[in-house]
């Protein structure tokens, strides 16, 4: 009998002695709690893996706390890009975006082009264009923004070796915003 | 960087990622998110989604060299999982980790890099989140 299982993260990196947050690090918990119980929820009715990681990022993405969709982090420009990508471990179909801005779920086109496209990856302008002919939800530039992550930019641009100082206290997030990989 | 790995109950896999990016990057710079094989892919072996400095992941194929590792060379998921993360990755300056599930249903959630926020559940069990350290 197979054990239908589900896995997800929020990325990894550096945690320092001022970045210990109790309140913080309990609504990380919270927000990966929600999403791994909604997917095994999914997962309990049947639905496909494919489905189940679709939802599970695109959950992810909605959430402010991590460096996806809503909450991402800003470029040197002030922008933002995003990327994804989608893999079906039983057919090796795969489809993949990178560098959009105005797609609200990226993780949703690239199951479009995995889906819809004899392609396997979209980038800049023409993923944009082939999401909204898909009907996904178009957005915004700054609706990815969050207030938090402008001044991980600021502080990015101030000092310009930011990513290397984890002395002073940031955020109070439980991994240190300025060293985390996504 | 965001992700997710699952197996269904027909016994199939898939995996998926999701990022920003990177702060104060170059813009047009790509990670290895949005590419299959560095930091996504899944087979009928196995699903891996990786989070860290992208480059790295991008230049070892990081998320095939698991499977590779377990196709071609008959390692266990744990085994593939730690030549991965803990050997080839350090060995040229990267970080980070990743999340891998196998057609048995073994999870295995490795990071050389200081903390990770993961969480993951099987149907019928409680779900378990955390900041591991």
Known sequence: MVRATIAIHGGAGTITRTSMDAKAEQRYRQALTQIVASAQAMLASGASALDVVTEAVRLLEECPMFNAGVGSVFTHQATHELDACVMDGRTLEAGAVAGVSHIRNPVLAARAVLEHSPHVLFTGAGAESFAAAQGLEMVAADFFSTPGRRKQLERAQNQQKVVLDHDEARSGEPLDPDRKMG | ?133
């Open chain 2, 1 to 133: 960087t965001v992700g997710a790995v699952a197996l269904d109950s027909a016994g199939n896999l898939a995996a998926a990622t999701s990022t920003g990016g990177m702060t104060n990057k170059q813009v047009g710079r790509v990670g290895d998110s949005p590419l299959p094989g560095a930091g996504c892919y899944a087979s009928d072996t196995v699903a891996v989604s990786c989070t860290g400095t992208g480059e790295v992941f991008i230049r070892t194929l990081a998320a095939y060299d698991v499977a590779a590792l377990m196709n071609y060379g008959g390692l266990s998921l744990q085994q593939a999982t730690e030549r991965v993360v803990m050997e080839k990755i350090p060995q040229l300056g990267g970080s980070g980790g990743l999340i891998a599930i196998d057609r048995q249903g073994n999870v295995l959630l490795p990071f050389n890099s200081e903390g990770m926020y993961r969480g993951y559940g099987v149907v019928g069990e409680a779900p378990v989140a955390a900041i591991f350290r």
